[in-house]
C-alpha cells in the first residue's frame, strides 16, 4: 500500500485569516484532500524508533525517534535561535478553554508590533491566533482565539512576551500519521507515532532537525510540599490527659482539605504520628477548623498521645491515605465506576488522569477537583490503554493496595510511585510507539483479545532470526511495607516459589538463586502472610516464572503485517524455521502455532518493515479467570449465600457469576470443603442462591468459605468456552481453549 507520512508540532499553526489551523508536514507529498495547512515538509519518514517491554526488569520503554524538515518549510522559521518578542502583555490573561475569545491588553505603545488579523501569536507555550487589533491609544489590545492548533490555553502572568515565532520547541508533542495515497478525507489518518521535542533544532545549514522522545520529563507528584504550622487546643476545658477529648487545629493561616472535601489525614513528622480529622468551613469564608480524633491511625509504640497537646506548633502536612476499610475514613481514590477503592491499578489511574475540574469530565477515574493538581498528570484517557487497565485489575483480585501514602514531607516522582504500586505484580507503565500509555506483564491470552497469526507469508528475512531463553536466578521476593509516610518500613515478608523445590541454596558451598526486594510497599504484611491469599500466589507464581526459562523469539515482518503490531498484542507464530520452545524440535507443517506476546517492536518506515522479539507463553491459556465470591453469611431454609462484594471483581463478586454455573465451596485456605457441586440459581446484588448445600448438612457453610467454578467435568459448556481450567504446572490441556478434564478452574491472574 503506498502511503503519506504527516507530521504535525503541538502549537505550530498557519498564519491565516479565518484559521488554517494546526499545520500538517507530508512526506513524500500531501494528500490530495489536504488543505492549504498541510505542505510536504518532511525531507523522509520517521527513523530510529522503537518499543520494549522488559519482562525481567518490569519496564516500558519507548525510543526516540528523528524527524528531519525540508529547509525552508515554514510557517515558522525553526532554525531562528534567538527569537525577538514583539510587545509584552501589560496586564495577566486568565485561563480560558480553547477556542474561547479573550481580548489581551499588550504594552502602551505597541502599534508597531505588527501583529495582524490572521496572524499567529506564540505566548510560552500557547499558540494564540489574532482575530482584530486595536490601537487606540492607551488601551492597546489583541484579540485572539485560545488554544491554537493543538495547544492548550493556559495562564500568562503581565509582561509576558508576545512572539511570532515560537520562543522555544523544547516539550513540544510530535504526532505522526499515515494516510492511503488514495484516501478522500483526513478521517483516514492513522497516528503511528507519538512524542516529544527532546531539545532545540539540531541541524547542519540547511535541514532542521528534531529528536522526539516517548518520556519528556518524570513528573513529580506533591512537587515542593510546605508544612503548615499549627497550634492545637482542646474540644473542651478538662486538662487531664487521661480524659483526652478530640482536639482542634486552629491554623492562623487555615488549610483547606487538600484530598477530600470533609476532612483526611495529618502527618506530624515530629511526633511521628497521623491522625484523622474533619474540616469544618466557617460559611463560604475560605476558614477551617480540623478536629481530630484523639487516638492517631498510626504512631510509634511507645507513643505518648499528650505530646499532641505540649509540643509547640509542630508542623503538619496533610497526606492521602488509600485504606477503603477504615471506619469512617477518607479514602480519596475511586474505580471507574466512581466506587471507593485501594486497588492498586484504580490508584495508579487516579494519579495518571485526575484533572482540576468539578465535572470528572476525563472519564471514571477522573477524581475531578477533590484531588489536588500538584498530584497527578491529568492525561487525557484517550491516551491511555484502558483495555490493558481493565483486564489486569481482573488479573489481580483482591489485591489492594491499602497501605498507599501520598503527600506528607517528601515529593516524589511519578515513575517512582507506579514501580511500588505495580512492580510487584510485575505490570510495567510506560508510552508505547505511538504515545498511548499501557500497562503490561508478562500475561496470559484473554477469550476476548484479538490474536494476530504471523504466518511464514508475513515473515522475511530469516538469516536475522535469533531464538533465545531468558531467566532471573530469583527463588524469592522480599516486601517491606511500609505502614507510615516516612518510608520506615513494616516487618518483611519472604514469599518463595509455592513448590519449595526449583532451588537448592547451599549445595556443595553454592548458593543458588537470589532474592528481589521491594521497600516501602503500599501493601499490609496481613496480605502476604499465609501461602493461600491472592497476593501471596501471584507473587510466588512471579518468581516461578522469572526463574524458569522464558522463550523469546526475534524475527522480521514484512509490509503486510506494518502498523498492525505493538508491544503487549497477542501473536501466534508459525514457520518451520523456528523451533518450539518445549521440545526444542523445529516445527512442522502439520503442528500447531506458538503463542506468545511481543516484548519490542522496532518499525522501519522507510522498508516498512518491523524487527519483533517474541515472548512465548508456556501456558498459552485463553480463558478467563473463574469468579470467586467469599461468604459472608448463609440462609439454609433457601440455600442462599451472603457473598462479600469485591475480593475478587471491582464492585459486585456475586455478578460475575451466571445462573447455570456449576460451583464447589473451599475453605479459607482453598481447599476443597463440600463434596457435592450446586448449581447457581439465582443471582442478586451481593447474594447467590443454589440448589442446595455443598452437601455440607447438616452443618452449613460459614463466613470466610469461599465460592467459586467447579472442575472441568462437572461444568457446563459456557464455563468451559469462557474461562480457564488448567493442567498441574499451567499446562494446556487437551481441550485447546479451556484445559484440561478433572482440573479445577483457574482462579487467580497468573500461571
Same mark, same amino acid.
Given at each position: 500500500?503506498?502511503?503519506?507520512?504527516?507530521?504535525?508540532?503541538?502549537?505550530?499553526? $498557519?498564519?491565516?485569516?479565518?484559521?488554517?489551523?494546526? *499545520?500538517?508536514?507530508?512526506? +513524500?507529498?500531501?494528500? /490530495?484532500?489536504?488543505?492549504?495547512?498541510?505542505?510536504?515538509?518532511?525531507? $523522509?519518514?520517521?527513523?530510529?524508533?522503537?518499543?520494549?517491554?522488559?519482562?525481567?526488569?518490569?519496564?516500558?520503554?519507548?525510543?526516540?525517534?528523528?524527524?528531519?524538515?525540508?529547509?525552508?518549510?515554514?510557517?515558522?522559521?525553526?532554525?531562528?535561535?534567538?527569537?525577538?518578542?514583539?510587545?509584552?502583555?501589560?496586564?495577566?490573561?486568565?485561563?480560558?478553554?480553547?477556542?474561547?475569545?479573550?481580548?489581551?491588553?499588550?504594552?502602551?505603545?505597541?502599534?508597531?508590533?505588527?501583529?495582524?488579523?490572521?496572524?499567529?501569536?506564540?505566548?510560552?507555550?500557547?499558540?494564540?491566533?489574532?482575530?482584530?487589533?486595536?490601537?487606540?491609544?492607551?488601551?492597546?489590545?489583541?484579540? #485572539?482565539?485560545?488554544?491554537?492548533?493543538?495547544?492548550?490555553?493556559?495562564?500568562?502572568?503581565?509582561?509576558?512576551?508576545?512572539?511570532?515565532?515560537?520562543?522555544?520547541?523544547?516539550?513540544?508533542?510530535?504526532?505522526?500519521?499515515?494516510?492511503?495515497?488514495?484516501?478522500?478525507?483526513?478521517?483516514?489518518?492513522?497516528?503511528?507515532?507519538?512524542?516529544?521535542? /527532546?531539545?532545540?533544532?539540531?541541524?547542519?545549514?540547511? %535541514?532542521?532537525?528534531?529528536?522526539?522522545?516517548?518520556?519528556?520529563?518524570?513528573?513529580?507528584?506533591?512537587?515542593?510540599?510546605?508544612?503548615?504550622?499549627?497550634?492545637?487546643?482542646?474540644?473542651?476545658?478538662?486538662?487531664?490527659?487521661?480524659?483526652?477529648?478530640?482536639?482542634?487545629?486552629?491554623?492562623?493561616?487555615?488549610?483547606?482539605?487538600?484530598?477530600?472535601?470533609?476532612?483526611?489525614?495529618?502527618?506530624?513528622?515530629?511526633?511521628?504520628?497521623?491522625?484523622?480529622?474533619?474540616?469544618?468551613?466557617?460559611?463560604?469564608?475560605?476558614?477551617?477548623?480540623?478536629?481530630?480524633?484523639?487516638?492517631?491511625?498510626?504512631?510509634?509504640?511507645?507513643?505518648?498521645?499528650?505530646?499532641?497537646?505540649?509540643?509547640?506548633?509542630?508542623?503538619?502536612?496533610?497526606?492521602?491515605?488509600?485504606?477503603?476499610?477504615?471506619?469512617?475514613?477518607?479514602?480519596?481514590?475511586?474505580?471507574?465506576?466512581?466506587?471507593?477503592?485501594?486497588?492498586?491499578?484504580?490508584?495508579?489511574?487516579?494519579?495518571?488522569?485526575?484533572?482540576?475540574?468539578?465535572?470528572?469530565?476525563?472519564?471514571?477515574?477522573?477524581?475531578?477537583?477533590?484531588?489536588?493538581?500538584?498530584?497527578?498528570?491529568?492525561?487525557?484517557?484517550?491516551?491511555?490503554?484502558?483495555?490493558?487497565?481493565?483486564?489486569?485489575?481482573?488479573?489481580?483480585?483482591?489485591?489492594?493496595?491499602?497501605?498507599?501514602?501520598?503527600?506528607?514531607?517528601?515529593?516524589?516522582?511519578?515513575?517512582?510511585?507506579?514501580?511500588?504500586?505495580?512492580?510487584?505484580?510485575?505490570?510495567?507503565?510506560?508510552?508505547?510507539?505511538?504515545?498511548?500509555?499501557?500497562?503490561?506483564?508478562?500475561?496470559?491470552?484473554?477469550?476476548?483479545?484479538?490474536?494476530?497469526?504471523?504466518?511464514?507469508?508475513?515473515?522475511?528475512?530469516?538469516?536475522?532470526?535469533?531464538?533465545?531463553?531468558?531467566?532471573?536466578?530469583?527463588?524469592?521476593?522480599?516486601?517491606?511495607?511500609? +505502614?507510615? +509516610?516516612?518510608?520506615?518500613?513494616?516487618?518483611?515478608?519472604?514469599?518463595?516459589?509455592?513448590?519449595?523445590?526449583?532451588?537448592?541454596?547451599?549445595?556443595?558451598?553454592?548458593?543458588?538463586?537470589?532474592?528481589?526486594? %521491594?521497600?516501602?510497599?503500599?501493601?499490609?504484611?496481613?496480605?502476604?502472610?499465609?501461602?493461600?491469599?491472592?497476593?501471596?500466589?501471584?507473587? &510466588?507464581?512471579?518468581?516461578?516464572?522469572?526463574?524458569?526459562?522464558?522463550?523469546?523469539?526475534?524475527?522480521?515482518?514484512?509490509?503486510?503485517?506494518?502498523?498492525?503490531?505493538?508491544?503487549?498484542?497477542?501473536?501466534?507464530?508459525?514457520?518451520?524455521?523456528?523451533?518450539?520452545?518445549?521440545?526444542?524440535?523445529?516445527?512442522? &507443517?502439520?503442528?500447531?502455532?506458538?503463542?506468545?506476546?511481543?516484548? /519490542?517492536?522496532? +518499525?522501519?518506515?522507510?522498508?516498512? /518493515?518491523?524487527?519483533?522479539?517474541?515472548?512465548?507463553?508456556?501456558?498459552?491459556? *485463553?480463558?478467563?479467570?473463574?469468579?470467586?465470591?467469599?461468604?459472608?453469611?448463609?440462609?439454609?431454609?433457601?440455600?442462599?449465600?451472603?457473598?462479600?462484594?469485591?475480593?475478587?471483581?471491582?464492585?459486585?463478586?456475586?455478578?460475575?457469576?451466571?445462573?447455570?454455573?456449576?460451583? #464447589?465451596?473451599?475453605?479459607?485456605?482453598?481447599?476443597?470443603?463440600?463434596?457435592?457441586?450446586?448449581?447457581?440459581?439465582?443471582? &442478586?446484588?451481593?447474594?447467590?442462591?443454589?440448589?442446595?448445600?455443598?452437601?455440607?448438612?447438616?452443618?452449613?457453610?460459614?463466613?470466610?468459605?469461599?465460592?467459586?467454578?467447579?472442575?472441568?467435568?462437572?461444568?457446563?459448556?459456557?464455563?468451559?468456552?469462557?474461562?480457564?481450567?488448567?493442567?498441574?504446572?499451567?499446562?494446556?490441556?487437551?481441550?485447546?481453549?479451556?484445559?484440561?478434564?478433572?482440573?479445577?478452574?483457574?482462579?487467580?491472574?497468573?500461571?
Amino acid at each position: 500500500m503506498a502511503v503519506i507520512y504527516l507530521m504535525t508540532i503541538e502549537g505550530i499553526g $498557519e498564519a491565516k485569516v479565518g484559521g488554517a489551523g494546526l *499545520v500538517k508536514y507530508a512526506f +513524500p507529498a500531501a494528500p /490530495s484532500y489536504a488543505g492549504t495547512e498541510t505542505n510536504a515538509g518532511l525531507a $523522509e519518514p520517521p527513523r530510529g524508533t522503537s518499543s520494549a517491554f522488559d519482562i525481567m526488569k518490569t519496564s516500558v520503554s519507548s525510543g526516540r525517534f528523528t524527524v528531519i524538515l525540508r529547509p525552508d518549510v515554514g510557517p515558522v522559521n525553526f532554525q531562528l535561535i534567538a527569537p525577538v518578542a514583539k510587545t509584552v502583555t501589560s496586564a495577566a490573561v486568565a485561563t480560558a478553554s480553547s477556542g474561547d475569545t479573550t481580548v489581551i491588553p499588550v504594552m502602551q505603545g505597541s502599534s508597531a508590533h505588527g501583529f495582524a488579523s490572521g496572524d499567529v501569536i506564540y505566548c510560552e507555550r500557547e499558540s494564540l491566533h489574532v482575530v482584530s487589533t486595536s490601537d487606540t491609544s492607551g488601551s492597546e489590545t489583541i484579540t #485572539v482565539t485560545r488554544g491554537y492548533a493543538g495547544s492548550t490555553a493556559r495562564e500568562h502572568p503581565a509582561g509576558a512576551d508576545l512572539f511570532a515565532t515560537p520562543p522555544a520547541m523544547t516539550g513540544r508533542r510530535v504526532s505522526v500519521y499515515e494516510v492511503a495515497t488514495t484516501a478522500t478525507s483526513a478521517a483516514s489518518e492513522t497516528l503511528i507515532l507519538q512524542g516529544f521535542i /527532546s531539545g532545540e533544532v539540531a541541524s547542519g545549514l540547511h %535541514w532542521p532537525t528534531f529528536q522526539v522522545v516517548s518520556e519528556f520529563h518524570d513528573a513529580e507528584l506533591n512537587a515542593e510540599p510546605v508544612p503548615v504550622p499549627v497550634t492545637i487546643t482542646r474540644a473542651g476545658e478538662d486538662s487531664d490527659v487521661a480524659r483526652i477529648v478530640a482536639p482542634l487545629i486552629d491554623d492562623a493561616d487555615p488549610a483547606a482539605p487538600r484530598f477530600i472535601a470533609t476532612g483526611g489525614y495529618w502527618w506530624f513528622p515530629d511526633l511521628n504520628a497521623v491522625y484523622k480529622g474533619i474540616a469544618t468551613e466557617f460559611g463560604s469564608t475560605g476558614i477551617y477548623e480540623w478536629q481530630l480524633d484523639p487516638v492517631p491511625i498510626f504512631s510509634d509504640e511507645d507513643y505518648d498521645p499528650a505530646s499532641l497537646f505540649t509540643t509547640d506548633a509542630p508542623n503538619a502536612y496533610q497526606i492521602a491515605y488509600s485504606n477503603a476499610n477504615v471506619i469512617d475514613g477518607y479514602p480519596p481514590f475511586k474505580d471507574e465506576d466512581g466506587n471507593t477503592s485501594d486497588h492498586c491499578l484504580d490508584v495508579a489511574m487516579n494519579l495518571l488522569t485526575s484533572r482540576d475540574g468539578s465535572a470528572r469530565s476525563n472519564g471514571g477515574w477522573d477524581l475531578g477537583s477533590a484531588w489536588p493538581s500538584d498530584c497527578t498528570l491529568g492525561i487525557s484517557v484517550s491516551d491511555i490503554d484502558l483495555g490493558s487497565v481493565r483486564q489486569l485489575i481482573a488479573m489481580t483480585p483482591g489485591i489492594r493496595a491499602n497501605q498507599f501514602w501520598l503527600g506528607g514531607e517528601e515529593s516524589e516522582k511519578l515513575s517512582s510511585v507506579l514501580r511500588r504500586l505495580l512492580g510487584i505484580w510485575g505490570i510495567a507503565c510506560g508510552r508505547a510507539i505511538d504515545g498511548q500509555i499501557k500497562f503490561l506483564r508478562l500475561a496470559d491470552v484473554f477469550s476476548s483479545d484479538t490474536v494476530t497469526a504471523i504466518t511464514s507469508r508475513h515473515l522475511i528475512r530469516p538469516d536475522q532470526w535469533k531464538q533465545f531463553a531468558k531467566g532471573r536466578a530469583i527463588d524469592s521476593v522480599v516486601i517491606k511495607p511500609d +505502614p507510615t +509516610p516516612d518510608g520506615k518500613t513494616g516487618h518483611p515478608v519472604t514469599i518463595t516459589e509455592l513448590t519449595g523445590s526449583r532451588w537448592y541454596p547451599n549445595q556443595y558451598g553454592c548458593l543458588i538463586g537470589g532474592s528481589e526486594t %521491594w521497600d516501602d510497599a503500599p501493601y499490609a504484611n496481613v496480605d502476604f502472610a499465609v501461602d493461600t491469599t491472592a497476593a501471596y500466589i501471584l507473587i &510466588a507464581s512471579r518468581v516461578r516464572r522469572l526463574a524458569s526459562r522464558v522463550a523469546y523469539v526475534e524475527v522480521e515482518t514484512g509490509p503486510e503485517l506494518f502498523g498492525s503490531l505493538d508491544i503487549g498484542a497477542a501473536v501466534t507464530i508459525h514457520d518451520r524455521a523456528l523451533r518450539d520452545p518445549t521440545t526444542g524440535d523445529r516445527l512442522t &507443517a502439520g503442528d500447531s502455532a506458538i503463542k506468545g506476546m511481543i516484548t /519490542s517492536l522496532s +518499525p522501519d518506515f522507510s522498508r516498512r /518493515s518491523t524487527k519483533l522479539t517474541i515472548a512465548f507463553t508456556a501456558t498459552a491459556k *485463553v480463558g478467563t479467570i473463574a469468579p470467586s465470591a467469599t461468604v459472608t453469611g448463609w440462609t439454609g431454609a433457601s440455600d442462599l449465600a451472603a457473598v462479600n462484594p469485591s475480593d475478587y471483581t471491582r464492585t459486585d463478586d456475586a455478578g460475575a457469576f451466571k445462573v447455570g454455573d456449576q460451583c #464447589v465451596i473451599l475453605n479459607a485456605d482453598l481447599t476443597l470443603k463440600g463434596s457435592a457441586v450446586q448449581e447457581v440459581t439465582n443471582i &442478586a446484588t451481593e447474594k447467590l442462591t443454589f440448589d442446595g448445600d455443598f452437601g455440607l448438612s447438616p452443618s452449613e457453610p460459614v463466613a470466610t468459605d469461599v465460592i467459586t467454578f467447579a472442575a472441568f467435568d462437572d461444568s457446563t459448556a459456557d464455563q468451559q468456552a469462557d474461562h480457564a481450567y488448567l493442567a498441574d504446572g499451567g499446562r494446556r490441556g487437551t481441550v485447546s481453549t479451556v484445559g484440561i478434564n478433572q482440573l479445577s478452574a483457574y482462579t487467580y491472574g497468573d500461571a
